[in-house]
């Protein structure tokens, strides 16, 4: 086998930080950061339609349908790419978003969104999965702070945040060896020293070494 990389996935609730913290935790290992949805041309206009508070709410299939296919064009024409020249991959988002926002959150079948999200991505999974466990109350103060950038997701209401949280928790308690959760409610380098050591003790030093 010739050099792969290693991906590592942020993932949490809006609010959490987790798009701060996939900045940091890139800078540290040396890359630039990529997010979900809406990395690639193609993904960007996905974006628009799924987030667009003017557009009419998408049916659930839909927005699962069009994460996947951002998350297609995502894995194509970025991750697979970077991994198979040995780089790391650091993604604000990756396929646990959509098992919790449309599976927990929306209430579509998890094995259907498993069998969707592993089709779209080709199997590539996150080698490591990095949940910013914050409550919902404060995630939700802190989303409320930058009122400008609200978006269709974020006006989905409390219940919904709660499920995606409890769904988010239940995957990374599910399965340690893909997840691991870090308490995100410190201050933003307390989190960023939490993370940094969650990733080297699950794959060691990036190329190059930590930054
Ligand atoms: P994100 O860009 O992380 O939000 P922000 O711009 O506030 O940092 O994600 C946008 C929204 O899309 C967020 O509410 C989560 C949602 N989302 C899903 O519902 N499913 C998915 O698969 C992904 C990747 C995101």
Do not use: N
Not at 31 to 48: F, K, Q
Request: charge should be negative; hydrophobic fraction near 50%.
């Amino acid at each position: 086998m010739g050099a792969t990389g290693r991906l590592v996935a942020l993932e949490g609730i809006d609010g959490c930080g987790k798009t701060t913290q996939a900045r940091l935790l890139a800078e540290a290992v040396g890359v630039e950061p990529t997010a979900e949805p809406g990395a690639t041309p193609v993904g960007g206009a996905l974006r628009r339609v799924l987030l667009d508070p003017a557009l009419p709410e998408l049916v659930p299939r839909t927005e699962a349908l069009l994460m996947a296919a951002d998350r297609a064009e995502h894995v194509a024409r970025v991750i697979a790419p970077a991994l198979q020249a040995g780089a790391w991959v650091v993604t604000d988002r990756y396929s646990g978003s959509t098992l919790a926002y449309q599976g927990h959150g929306r209430g579509l079948g998890l094995d259907d969104l498993s069998w969707l999200v592993a089709w779209a991505t080709g199997g590539i999974q996150a080698d490591l999965s990095v949940l910013v466990a914050v409550d919902v109350d404060t995630a939700l103060a802190r989303a409320a702070a930058r009122v400008a950038t609200v978006d269709r997701m974020e006006r989905l209401g409390v219940d919904f945040q709660r499920r995606v949280a409890a769904g988010f928790a239940a995957m990374a308690a599910a399965d340690p060896e893909r997840w691991v959760a870090v308490d995100g409610t410190g201050t933003v380098p307390e989190v960023a020293a939490a993370v940094r050591t969650a990733v080297a003790d699950r794959l060691g030093d990036p190329p190059g070494g930590w930054r």
